[in-house]
């Protein structure tokens, strides 16, 4: 009885999704979680290869969901079109987006590029609304007023506060997917699709390895956290399925933070920490 009401709120069985950038990181989170609940996930990325192996690796666990890999790149207009074309050959219907392919730059303030800034905007702005633009009619294909259509956006903590960490056109752009994920969530209501975007911090992955590499850097960027630690699959995981299943039917234009306590830090205690 129990496993039924859990299923009810948050299976995801039937369903079809995108994941895009789902090879790696938590974009491979995502993917993985939605598999396991009964999905069947369709994964792309810029590596082919890399997608397929990772269908593979999901299709090969004793789960009820499926897999399929191949390769979509959304940072230019003809990729995102190539990867919609794709995925109009394998569905005629989509219940689930989940826009997460991302591009970082980092350098210090005074070499920052102006290069970095079209490279990134292209792919975390400019390929989610064009490749979300497209997909709608498989959207609202699967939408319906009990259970309509979702896109979750991946924004990020640093696109929440005002932190550049030399990453100062991801930083901007990520704030841009929180603004336009409020937009989309107000204008794509009416068509039974809800909008909300995951606003992450520090989890481990190709990304951040520069930071999470090691079991001794992960130890120092956890200390940062007011909760002790980085995120875990199923941090990201428990937050995809409340968002696809019934239980998220009724949210839209939300902005997750799952973050550990970043996002509500605000500084030192005015009157110490035992103050009144």
Request: hydrophobic share 45%; net charge neutral.
């Amino acid at each position: 009885m129990a496993q039924d009401y859990l299923n009810s709120l948050f299976s995801v069985a039937g369903k079809t999704a995108l994941v895009t950038g789902g090879a790696t990181g938590i974009g491979r989170m995502i993917a993985e979680a939605l598999v396991r609940a009964g999905a069947r996930v369709l994964i792309a990325s810029r590596k082919g290869e890399a997608c397929e192996a990772v269908a593979r690796e999901l299709n090969a666990l004793d789960v009820s969901g499926s897999a399929e890999g191949f390769a979509g790149d959304v940072a230019t207009e003809a990729g995102v079109t190539a990867l919609a074309a794709e995925v109009k050959a394998r569905t005629s219907r989509l219940h689930i987006l989940v826009n997460n392919a991302g591009k970082t730059w980092g350098e210090p303030l005074e070499q920052f590029p102006h290069k970095a800034w079209e490279g990134v905007f292209s792919v975390n702005v400019a390929g989610l609304f064009t490749l979300t633009q497209q997909m709608l009619p498989l959207l609202e294909a699967a939408a319906s007023d009990d259970d309509p259509a979702r896109i979750i956006n991946l924004g990020s903590v640093m696109g929440a506060q005002p932190m550049g960490d030399k990453a100062y056109s991801y930083a901007a752009s990520k704030a841009a997917v929180h603004h336009l994920t409020r937009i989309l969530a107000k204008e794509l209501a009416s068509r039974r699709i809800t909008v909300n975007a995951f606003a992450p911090g520090p989890f481990q992955s190709r990304m951040t390895a520069f930071a999470t590499g090691d079991e001794r850097k992960r130890a120092q960027v956890a200390a940062g956290v007011p909760l002790g630690r980085i995120g875990r699959p199923e941090d990201i995981a428990g937050a995809a399925l409340f968002l696809c299943g019934r239980g998220g039917a009724y949210t839209t234009g939300a902005i997750l933070p799952l973050d550990g306590g970043i996002g509500v830090q605000t500084g030192g205690h005015i009157f110490g920490e035992d103050g009144e």
